[in-house]
């Protein structure tokens, strides 16, 4: 009977190790946030790269009362840096430069595969998985702000409160060890 109780904490524990590294992989790809002035950025990531292109992406949310302006980007990864909208004509997908990227107050704008992207033109080298750069935001009120961009093959998790565990943390779920060592098998 104890023998039984000690295998069942035992698959307990391993449940929660097993959930808790699992965890530890997901924070990898745990979303960051960068604040200058009203202006939040969230989620910043950018996709491996195949040539000497890439793309970056993020969530700009202006918390003020009046519009900001992203007016550049920068970055030492590639020789020239530009934010570009993508649209659809029919059948045909139209890029184009735009010379700034308006923020509206109180309003966030996503940065995102298949709109709005940061265009990276002329890589110094590859954008990797695993690896980050990093990107100079200036806007026309709030200023400038570097922000570390990771380089993986899906967007951040936003965050723990969406249903993912954050490292060291067990399942609502899960009971106590407390608990486990007085649980009672079934005869």
Do not use: C
Not at 18 to 36: C, E, L, N, P, R
Not at 44 to 63: D, V
């Amino acid at each position: 009977m104890r023998r039984l109780k000690f295998l069942t904490v035992l698959g307990f524990v391993a449940f929660g190790l097993a959930g808790v590294q699992a965890a530890q992989a997901q924070d990898s790809q745990q979303s960051q946030t960068y604040k200058i002035g009203n202006v939040e950025v969230t989620n910043p990531w950018a996709r491996p790269s195949t040539g000497k292109t890439g793309a970056a992406y993020f969530t700009l949310t202006n918390h003020g009362t009046s519009d900001d302006t992203l007016v550049s980007v920068e970055s030492d990864a590639a020789a020239k840096v530009q934010i570009h909208d993508m649209t659809m004509d029919g059948n045909i997908m139209r890029m184009r430069k735009l010379a700034a990227l308006p923020l509206p107050a109180g309003k966030s704008v996503n940065v995102a595969p298949g709109g709005l992207h940061v265009m990276l033109i002329g890589l110094t080298k590859p954008l990797t998985e695993g690896g980050s750069i990093v990107m100079h935001l200036v806007f026309a009120k709030a200023g400038g702000l570097d922000v570390a961009v990771p380089v993986q093959m899906k967007p951040p998790v936003a965050s723990a409160a969406a249903g993912h565990m954050m490292p060291g943390q067990m399942p609502a779920q899960m009971p106590t060890m407390g608990e486990m060592l007085a649980m009672q098998h079934p005869h």
